[in-house]
């Protein structure tokens, strides 16, 4: 049985003359912590921009769950299963801690404008479960005590687990996470860390972008090293930490 969830097939990404990405073939295994690393400037945030559709491939092919992605609109991905945060926090600072999460629910809400227009019985109902289950999310982030705060006045830590919160009201079946331990001090990586296990026990394959390393060694199961746009290792974090090719990659030769 074919445990894959996503497969890029050769992907290229060029912006005019620079190459971002080059010939980058990998899988992703279902309900498993998978990283991509490399070097500033190795493509790995570009990645995660063709697979939501934020950019558009300019060679290869992305499947998800054994269809075809690529070319497909941000919207359409995320409806699909596929939902992810960024390595700068994008938040609705008009909107309350609540409503940021609320957000997220609108790929898996169905009311129509006519039921909006006239309050009907379907709407109110949709709009009550998107609430509780908006609060269920926040309370799994540990957030569900600043519910009507405004995202500014979080700490920066809590923002970055508020991005969360709302990437995973979407219900995904693949959570994108880009650098989210950037910022973080110790304690508070110690408790990204705890939670991103959490949300893998629950059925979410997780995909990451990662400069801590001692983050990324201890909770991957496979690791995917990127260096100007090109795979040079894939393997588990003991094999990675061995690879020359890695740590010259990293620390340059002798």
Known sequence: MDNTILHAFNIQKTFGGLVAISNLDFT?????????IGPNGAGKTTVF???TGVLPLTGGEIQFQGTRITGLKSHRI???????????IQLFTNMSVLEN???????????????????LPQKRREERDTREKSIEYLDLVGLSDRINDSPENLPFGKQRLLEIARALATEPKLLLLDEPASGLNTRETRTLGKLITEVRG?????????HDMELVMEMSDKIIVLNSGKKIAEG???????????IKAYLGED
């Not at 588990?236 to 890695?246: A, G, H």
């Open 28 to 36: 992703i295994s279902k309900n498993q912590i998978n990283a991509i």
């Open 49 to 51: 921009n063709v697979i």
């Open 78 to 88: 995320s409806s699909m299963g596929i939902s992810r945060t960024f390595q700068n």
């Open 101 to 119: 999460v609320m957000v997220g629910r609108h790929p898996r809400t169905s009311s129509g404008i006519l039921s909006s227009i006239l309050s």
């Open 202 to 210: 629950r059925g979410v394959t997780i995909l990451l972008v990662e």
């Open 236 to 246: 588990t974090p003991r094999e990675i930490q061995e690879n020359d090719e890695v």
